[in-house]
């Protein structure tokens, strides 16, 4: 706000929360929300979302399996798109860096580790070929490795906004969440052995 100007108008900032039944509550509502005009448009955009996005059974009574369904594909969609944006704003910096963590790998040990972890990858159900394994050990590696334990900064000096980011980025690079999840237990198994 500008010192010494007066506004007609403020906004507010609020969730408010549905009922089990995705039902508005209006003496909620009026709690939260003073103005007449505000609780009004309130309840329209309610409306409006009700009737175009609440699945309803023949009865007119809301569909709660059905919103469940289209809850999680929603959250999905949403997740996919975030995934391909961080593959996007990340892909240049993990690119660059996986050719000489490719290397490293494979001569870490003789091989040795590489190829164990790779027995791992395939017993728990990995198809990868070997190469592509170790692509994404060192994509993982790119990704997961801070300058500190446990932080947020990346060697590039370039912050990760949280360690779900990180995951997330992950994700994108392995291609679903359970390949994610099986490299990760492959050297797992390996690193505490």
């Known amino acids: 706000m500008s010192e010494g100007r007066s506004y007609r108008y403020k906004t507010n900032q609020g969730i408010i929360k549905l009922g089990s039944g995705a039902d508005l509550d209006m003496t909620l509502l009026c709690k939260m929300v003073d103005d007449a ?46 995934r391909r944006e961080l593959k996007r704003q990340n892909g240049s910096y993990v690119v660059a860096r996986v050719p000489a963590l490719v290397g490293f790998f494979f001569r870490w040990q003789d091989g040795a580790l590489s190829n164990e972890a790779f027995d791992a990858y395939c017993s728990q159900g990995g198809e990868e ?65």
């Open 37 to 82: 005009d505000a609780r009004l448009e309130v309840s329209r955009i309610y409306a409006q979302w009700c009737e175009q996005y609440l699945p309803k059974t023949d009865d007119n009574i809301l569909d709660v399996a059905a919103l469940k369904t289209k809850l999680l594909s929603s959250l999905e969609d949403s997740k996919k798109k975030i």
């Open 129 to 193: 070929p070997v190469n592509s394994f170790i692509q994404k050990v060192a994509e993982f590696y790119t990704i997961c490795d801070t300058k500190e334990p446990g932080g947020l900064e990346r060697n590039d000096g370039k912050y990760w906004q949280s360690d779900d980011e990180i995951w997330e980025c992950w994700i994108s690079f392995a291609g679903s969440e359970e390949e994610a999840n099986r490299v990760c237990q492959s050297l797992e198994i390996v690193l505490k052995a």
